[in-house]
């Protein structure tokens, strides 16, 4: 059965007590989790956190990304090394949150280009940090799940194909993979195919709209997207992951210049249409 979180950067890139009471309305809204973002707060901050969540019945799921000095697909063996340091640490600040699924586009600097197509080396090197971090991530439990993202924001993974070859050469069963519909609107050909080829190493899911604002609001092919999940069988996380200028720091360093949608309306509304279309999907 899949469970429905809801990322709080929404509202908030930090870990503080200014999440407790939207934590608690997310859990009175029906959520069955919620995601962070791991970045470089307090450690004593995570550990609180993770604690309250799971006071209130609440399940975590965590995501973060790689910086250029800490970049998996460096040349420079030192920088695989530093980012090979840098996952663990935020394997260490994840298990503190109680969560077990770790996800974001890890195998490799967000932002960071070449100005050329990535190579098989480049491949070969982030799935060498990988199988490493995996290592480290089997002693909690957790799973860890690289994500394709567009074109704009990397060049390693931008596709399902591309996520799918990262994970088979990378070859641990703590690295799995995620996919996430905005991305997917912008790089896939066909939505159904992508989903079907990832299926096998899916571990999460993303519910974000073409906007990042409410889920159902835009264009993502919603109907197509559930439908092929519910044929692959993905019983996992389906977590929203929609952005504002809430936190301003944060929506400056994604380009996220306007409000797409209020925070409450995407997850009120955005919970209800996630339930209405696995309760249509599944009786088809």
């Given at each position: 059965?899949?469970?429905?979180?809801?990322?709080?950067?929404?509202?908030?890139?930090?870990?503080?007590?200014?999440?407790?009471?939207?934590?608690?309305?997310?859990?009175?809204?029906?959520?069955?989790?919620?995601?962070?973002?791991?970045?470089?707060?307090?450690?004593?901050?995570?550990?609180?956190?993770?604690?309250?969540?799971?006071?209130?019945?609440?399940?975590?799921?965590?995501?973060?990304?790689?910086?250029?000095?800490?970049?998996?697909?460096?040349?420079?063996?030192?920088?695989?090394?530093?980012?090979?340091?840098?996952?663990?640490?935020?394997?260490?600040?994840?298990?503190?949150?109680?969560?077990?699924?770790?996800c974001?586009?890890?195998?490799?600097?967000?932002?960071?280009?070449l100005?050329?197509?990535?190579?098989?080396?480049?491949?070969?090197?982030?799935?060498?940090?990988?199988?490493?971090a995996?290592?480290?991530?089997?002693?909690?439990?957790?799973?860890?799940?690289?994500?394709?993202?567009?074109?704009?924001?990397?060049?390693?993974?931008?596709?399902?194909?591309?996520?799918?070859?990262?994970?088979?050469?990378?070859?641990?069963?703590?690295?799995?993979?995620?996919?996430?519909?905005?991305?997917?609107?912008?790089?896939?050909?066909?939505?159904?195919e992508?989903?079907?080829?990832?299926?096998?190493?899916?571990?999460?899911?993303?519910?974000?709209?073409?906007?990042?604002?409410?889920?159902?609001?835009?264009?993502?092919?919603?109907?197509?997207?559930?439908?092929?999940?519910?044929?692959?069988?993905?019983?996992?996380?389906?977590?929203?992951?929609?952005?504002t200028?809430?936190?301003?720091?944060?929506?400056?360093?994604?380009?996220?210049?306007?409000?797409?949608?209020?925070?409450?309306?995407?997850a009120?509304?955005?919970?209800?249409?996630?339930?209405?279309?696995?309760?249509?999907?599944?009786?088809?």
């Amino acid at each position: 059965m899949n469970k429905i979180g809801f990322n709080v950067l929404a509202w908030s890139a930090g870990v503080s007590d200014d999440l407790l009471p939207v934590l608690d309305r997310l859990k009175a809204i029906g959520y069955d989790g919620v995601e962070f973002f791991i970045g470089d707060q307090d450690e004593r901050a995570f550990r609180k956190l993770g604690d309250y969540t799971s006071s209130i019945g609440l399940e975590t799921t965590a995501v973060f990304v790689m910086s250029k000095e800490e970049n998996p697909i460096d040349p420079d063996p030192k920088v695989r090394v530093k980012a090979l340091n840098r996952i663990q640490w935020t394997i260490d600040r994840a298990n503190e949150l109680n969560a077990k699924i770790l996800c974001g586009p890890f195998h490799s600097a967000f932002a960071t280009f070449l100005q050329k197509a990535p190579d098989e080396q480049e491949y070969q090197w982030s799935a060498e940090v990988l199988h490493q971090a995996g290592d480290y991530a089997s002693q909690f439990e957790i799973t860890l799940t690289p994500e394709a993202l567009n074109r704009f924001e990397c060049y390693l993974c931008n596709t399902a194909g591309q996520l799918a070859h990262l994970v088979e050469l990378t070859d641990h069963p703590n690295v799995r993979a995620m996919y996430d519909t905005h991305h997917a609107n912008i790089e896939e050909k066909d939505i159904a195919e992508s989903i079907r080829e990832i299926a096998p190493y899916l571990a999460h899911f993303h519910i974000s709209e073409n906007d990042r604002g409410t889920p159902g609001a835009g264009h993502v092919r919603w109907e197509e997207t559930f439908s092929t999940l519910v044929e692959v069988g993905y019983n996992g996380w389906l977590t929203i992951e929609g952005f504002t200028r809430n936190d301003p720091d944060f929506a400056n360093a994604i380009n996220v210049w306007r409000e797409f949608a209020e925070p409450w309306e995407m997850a009120e509304k955005g919970y209800q249409f996630i339930k209405e279309m696995l309760d249509k999907h599944r009786k088809n």
